[in-house]
């Protein structure tokens, strides 16, 4: 009892010193606290700080930014499978269910978030992000006889897309 007395008597200054300086400064970081609002800060505040745009953008543009990441994705996404239509003409059909999907995506998912983010009209957008992880889980889902080629290309759309409803989710 002693003992738990005298080491919390020492630490607390000391905590209270660390409250004191790093507090203050996370909550004026604008990409942490948008991004402990999402199922997967981890991905979020990569993709954010790795974007120079992201210092200056308020929540929407952090979500431009968020739909700009799948957008590439998507796209990297067909490149992959146009290549792995040659070298495994195995998985011809997954595959071409796949492409279409994130043509999709692409055509429709992004186009509407980036539509919602720029007409203010967040309900839509954040419907569109719902959609496309759903749609990147479909094509992991077509995979049955022969395991899925493209699984974290799979997981990151499916992901970044959860991260972008979320935070589109926070302009309701
Ligand atoms: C999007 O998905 C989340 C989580 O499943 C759900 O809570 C939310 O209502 C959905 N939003 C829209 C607009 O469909």
Redesign the pocket.
């Known amino acids: 009892m002693r003992a738990t007395h005298a080491i919390s008597s020492k630490t607390l200054p000391c905590a209270i010193l660390v409250l004191a300086i790093f507090v203050p400064l996370s909550s004026c970081d604008l990409i942490h606290s948008t991004c402990r609002k999402t199922p997967n800060f981890q991905l979020c505040a990569s993709i954010l700080r790795s974007n120079p745009k992201s210092g200056s953008a308020d929540v929407r543009g952090l979500g431009l930014i968020m739909v700009g990441s799948l957008e590439s994705k998507a796209t990297s996404a067909l490149h992959t499978i146009k290549q792995l239509l040659r070298t495994k003409p195995h998985l011809k059909i997954p595959l071409i269910e796949c492409s279409k999907k994130y043509s999709f995506i692409l055509k429709y998912d992004v186009t509407e978030a980036y539509e919602a983010l720029r007409l203010g009209d967040p309900?839509?957008g954040?419907?569109s992000?719902?959609?496309s992880?759903m749609v990147a889980q479909e094509c992991e889902d077509g995979f049955k006889r022969f395991p899925c080629p493209i699984t974290s290309v799979n997981k990151d759309a499916h992901d970044i897309s959860?991260v972008a409803?979320a935070i589109i989710?926070l302009l309701l």
């Open positions: 309900k839509f954040e419907e992000m719902n959609d992880a959860a409803a989710r």
